[in-house]
């Protein structure tokens, strides 16, 4: 596996900063809004849903590393040949509020699944945050043995913060901040801590380990062009500011 080049220095250097439209988001307009502001805000990749057109479209657009997103491994496979640069299976996020569940063997299944679909391309696989902590480190090392360059926590949904402000957003990130330090601490390849995540605890997501962060619903809510432009470089502004304490080991 050769990862994008831009891509492989921003997570060595603990800035990677992905923006994501949404694994269940098909609207071309609302798909483009969030890669412009990507673009322009200066992120380092997006992730967009797995659709070829979407794909071609979002070629057109930037010059940015586009990755899809999905849990059916058959569906990633138009979308390489329309030009994707790297693949994810999952987050989530959306299925749980759907009642629906990924376990431990399922999501090593599809990994493995899809790894005999497409043996050279990036490949980041989300470890499901219904799992206890323990169960998900096991998990992030077999999928790591089976081919995952990537590996990306998740936790928002799980996350109820009884407070506001600060306080509340600290307590939002707290499940996908513990999934990346106990995960960091076990794998050597690249762990991209998401969900749930704010300006407020991107900079705690690399001090836990992570070599970089996901950022979705932060973005991709907004219905403001220019205030997505503005946070995701408040976002990038933050990722600067880190102490860079765990780089990735090669």
């Not at 890669?35 to 070629?59: Q, S």
Request: glycine share 6%; hydrophobic share 45%; with cysteine.
């Amino acid at each position: 596996m050769t990862m994008q080049p831009n891509l492989e220095t921003a997570f060595c250097q603990q800035q990677t900063l992905k923006v994501i439209s949404g694994l269940n988001n098909f609207d071309r307009a609302k798909v483009s809004q969030v890669i412009k502001a990507a673009t322009v805000g200066g992120a380092t990749f997006v992730d967009i849903a797995a659709d070829p057109e979407l794909v071609k479209m979002a070629k057109q657009m930037t010059s940015l590393p586009i990755c899809v997103s999905a849990v059916e491994p058959e569906r990633f496979v138009s979308c390489v040949k329309a030009g994707a640069d790297l693949i994810e299976i999952g987050n989530f996020d959306t299925f749980y509020i759907e009642g629906r569940r990924f376990e431990a063997e399922e999501v090593l299944a599809l990994t493995q699944q899809t790894r005999r679909l497409l043996p050279e391309i990036t490949l980041s696989v989300t470890v499901p945050h219904i799992l206890p902590l323990d169960e998900q480190v096991e998990l992030a090392s077999s999928l790591v043995e089976a081919g995952a360059d990537i590996i990306q926590t998740e936790g928002g949904t799980s996350s109820n913060p009884t407070q506001s402000g600060t306080f509340g957003l600290i307590e939002k990130a707290t499940p996908t901040l513990a999934a990346a330090s106990c995960i960091s601490q076990a794998v050597s390849v690249p762990v991209l801590c998401a969900s749930g995540l704010s300006k407020v605890t991107v900079p705690m997501a690399i001090a836990a380990g992570a070599s970089g962060v996901g950022i979705g619903s932060a973005v991709n809510q907004l219905n403001d062009e220019v205030a997505m432009i503005a946070t995701v470089r408040g976002l990038v502004e933050s990722l600067s500011t880190v102490q860079h304490r765990n780089p990735v080991r090669r």
